[in-house]
């Protein structure tokens, strides 16, 4: 059974940096995409980031490119998201989400694994 837990969250000041880390276990996660999202309060939960593993392919949200940056560890079986620059519309809860038949790195929809979440907070 897929396992995905999140870690790293808290809470930062505007500008400042977080690395979050999904660790992934239960299978070989070696054809699938890795995907973060997150969910602000009152807001719908939204696309960050996603990474296929295979390749290393990534790709970004527009209002995170060029501040976050995904990608994986092989050998610890985990995936991180490295957020710079955060600003106070970051905060959320942030999902770490996987699934082998991914077409539309995007889409919620197409992930069947989660994790939990884990809050970032950043203040101005």
């Known amino acids: 059974q897929v396992q995905l837990v999140e870690s790293g969250g808290g809470l930062v000041q505007a500008g400042g940096s977080l690395r979050l880390s999904c660790a992934a276990s239960?299978?070989?996660?070696?054809?699938?995409?890795m995907g973060w999202f997150r969910q602000a309060p009152g807001k719908e939960r939204e696309f960050v980031a996603a990474?296929?593993?295979?390749?290393?392919?990534?790709w970004y949200a527009d209002p995170v490119k060029g501040r976050f940056t995904i990608s994986r560890d092989n050998t610890k079986n985990t995936v991180y998201l490295q957020m710079n620059s955060l600003k106070p519309e970051d905060t959320a809860v942030y999902y770490c989400?996987?699934?082998?038949?991914?077409?539309?790195?995007?889409?919620?929809?197409?992930?069947?694994?989660w994790g939990r979440g884990t809050q970032v907070t950043v203040s101005s």
């Open positions: 989400a996987a699934d082998p038949r991914v077409w539309n790195a995007a889409s919620q929809n197409q992930y069947n694994y």
């Open positions: 239960g299978r070989t996660f070696s054809n699938y995409v």
């Open positions: 990474i296929r593993w295979t390749n290393g392919n990534t």
